[in-house]
């Protein structure tokens, strides 16, 4: 430890410059992470979360909630499958909305904002809610909403009106859901009626608006997977997924989490070769002193002790820094994506990081383990 704190108080700018590395390195990384899980989330975060085990789709839908359209007669097939149990219908579709909320003034900016309409129930928790709420309550009649948290600032607050335009339907917020946005949008849950209203204010024509997608709980003694193999037996344009399935498999996501795979492999490979290019070639530099040293009786052990406990320290303290220097950035929205601190992600990283660090850093290990202290009489080092 004496060694190793010493030589690195004599060289304060070089490894001071490897701890920023490493620093801006973790930082980049926690980023990365963030974005990633913000970004699926704010892609499908309402199906995520919302309380349906089941949802239905028509096959040419392709997955997507807006594309999928249900006749009359896919609907009484799906409806008709052994094992069902409750059934509700899902609506969305994406408008133009005008926040009026009186706190930012009156009128604000419009966004594109999805509108999710399912069958409310008694109390409003019926298939296709969110499946918990963080502030108010559920929609309980027609023209109130539930919206996503993350859109409280822009006017989505509860207590504030959302105009459709084109047309004069006002919806009233009266709830927040966590994490319950769908394609990066503000969104809202209300009554079918409500997504109803809203396409018929937004599309004075359209005529017999039909679900998107039906919304499925089984029935007592059958699994959601068993009721999703019914519905999909039932008919060949059915298409029936279990909420994990629909989550996963919505278009886009997967090739999301891919691409951020291939940039996180990089990271995971850049951090162990920068520590352990660095630590060889500082190894190479002071390979005559640690030749002297060994001559006047220095054990290896406590040279490759010295040397591991650097990269301990390095590796920590820049991981330690890169964390520090991300946390204010996360409790910050890039755009409609709301950045977080993820502990487990930073963990997970921290962990592994480590592991790769040192493991790069034993070729450093091998070269002190090499030498002899015969070579102190000979001029020769650790470099031959």
Do not use: H
Not at 281 to 295: D, E, G, M, P, S
Request: charged content about 15%; glycine content about 10%; hydrophobic content about 50%.
């Amino acid at each position: 430890m004496f060694l190793a704190l010493k030589e690195m108080a004599r060289s304060k700018v070089r490894f001071g410059l490897l701890v920023a590395a490493i620093a801006l390195l973790v930082f980049l990384i926690l980023f990365q992470q963030s974005l990633q899980n913000g970004l699926i989330t704010g892609f499908i975060g309402a199906i995520r979360n919302q309380s349906s085990p089941v949802l239905v789709y028509s096959v040419d839908g392709q997955r997507v909630i807006q594309g999928s359209i249900l006749t009359p007669d896919l609907e009484a097939a799906a409806r008709g499958v052994e094992g069902v149990g409750e059934v509700g219908r899902i609506g969305q579709g994406t408008f133009t909305a005008l926040p009026t909320a009186e706190r930012l003034g009156g009128a604000s900016e419009t966004f594109d904002t999805t509108v999710i309409g399912y069958d409310l129930g008694d109390d409003g928790r019926g298939l296709g809610s969110p499946a918990a709420l963080s502030a108010g309550r559920y929609p309980t009649a027609d023209n109130e909403a539930v919206a996503s948290s993350s859109d409280q600032a822009s006017g989505f607050d509860v207590g504030d009106t959302i105009r459709i335009l084109p047309g004069d339907e006002v919806i009233t917020i009266v709830g927040l859901a966590d994490d319950a946005q769908l394609n990066v949008t503000p969104t809202l849950f209300a009554s079918y009626a409500t997504y109803e209203a809203a396409v018929a204010s937004a599309n004075p024509d359209a005529k017999g608006v039909l679900p998107n997608v039906l919304a499925m709980a089984p029935a007592e003694g059958t699994s959601p997977e068993q009721l999703v193999a019914n519905v999909n037996a039932a008919s060949p344009d059915l298409d029936a997924l279990t909420r994990a399935d629909a989550e996963a498999n919505t278009p886009g996501v997967s090739q999301v989490r891919q691409s951020f795979q291939l940039i996180f492999l990089l990271y995971g490979l850049v951090v162990p070769c920068v520590t352990g290019l660095f630590f060889l070639i500082v190894t190479f530099q002071k390979a005559n002193t640690l030749t002297l040293l060994r001559a006047v009786g220095a054990p290896s052990s406590r040279l490759v002790g010295s040397l591991l406990t650097q990269v301990a320290l390095i590796l920590g303290s820049g991981i330690a820094l890169g964390a520090l220097l991300y946390y204010p950035v996360s409790q910050q929205r890039l755009g409609g994506i709301q950045l977080r601190f993820e502990t487990s992600a930073a963990i997970f990283w921290a962990v592994l990081l480590l592991v790769l660090g040192v493991g790069s850093a034993l070729l450093a290990a091998r070269r002190v383990l090499a030498i002899d202290p015969i070579e102190a009489t000979t001029g020769a080092g650790v470099g031959r």
